[in-house]
């Protein structure tokens, strides 16, 4: 996914849209410490050699700054992968500075299944994780699981903010569509935009 994203951005440039997000987590967390940046720039440049310019995010980009702009430093999460590649996602946040205290691999080794799996047990899941001596809880650690649902139920009972990688990617784009304003806490806008999707 990493390698073909590039000729993906130049693909849809002549689209007119007003920004582009590469919605994979673990493709981009893959290719190693801080991978997000430069494939964010290099998804910019093949857009802008085609004539136009609009800014490129990409999901693992978006987790750690949304995580940044909550003030959290310890985090807790719920991943679809293998111990092995939670690890992974775990050094990869550590790096940027976000020290993962818990986590919970599902263990799902076909990325097929990954989007059937049940967000009522995620909701459990979460719940086991709970908001003790972390700032924020990564309810999906990966834009394919579903956790929108998940998210709704939860909401209103954690005192720490609840996001997961796809409501991240949102925020973002939210932002650069200037949706949001400059004032609003991206905590509150995290639960806006969750109890607004499943109202």
């Given at each position: 996914m990493a390698t073909d994203s590039e000729r993906c951005a130049r693909e849809i440039a002549d689209a007119n849209v007003d920004v582009v997000a590469h919605a994979c987590l673990v493709a981009t967390m893959f290719m190693g410490t801080g991978a997000h940046r430069e494939l964010e720039r290099s998804l910019s440049q093949a857009i802008s050699d085609e004539g136009t310019s609009v800014p490129a995010i990409t999901s693992a980009g978006a987790l750690v700054r949304t995580l940044k702009r909550m003030n959290a430093s310890k985090i807790a999460l719920v991943a679809p992968y293998k111990p092995e590649?939670?690890?992974?996602?775990?050094?990869?946040?550590?790096?940027?500075?976000?020290?993962?205290?818990?986590?919970?691999?599902?263990?799902?080794?076909?990325?097929?299944?990954?989007?059937?799996?049940?967000?009522?047990?995620?909701?459990?899941?979460?719940?086991?994780?709970?908001?003790?001596?972390?700032?924020?809880?990564?309810?999906?650690?990966?834009?394919?699981?579903?956790?929108?649902?998940?998210?709704?139920?939860?909401?209103?009972?954690?005192?720490?903010?609840?996001?997961?990688?796809?409501?991240?990617?949102?925020?973002?784009?939210?932002s650069h569509l200037h949706l949001v304003t400059d004032h609003q806490g991206v905590g509150d806008l995290a639960k806006a935009l969750v109890l607004g999707a499943t109202a």
């Open positions: 590649l939670t690890s992974m996602v775990e050094e990869y946040l550590n790096a940027e500075g976000l020290r993962v205290v818990r986590s919970i691999s599902l263990s799902e080794p076909d990325n097929r299944k990954v989007a059937q799996l049940d967000e009522s047990k995620l909701a459990e899941h979460v719940a086991t994780l709970g908001a003790d001596s972390v700032d924020a809880v990564i309810a999906s650690a990966c834009v394919q699981m579903p956790s929108l649902k998940a998210l709704r139920v939860l909401a209103s009972e954690f005192r720490v903010p609840l996001v997961s990688a796809s409501l991240c990617t949102a925020i973002e784009i939210a």
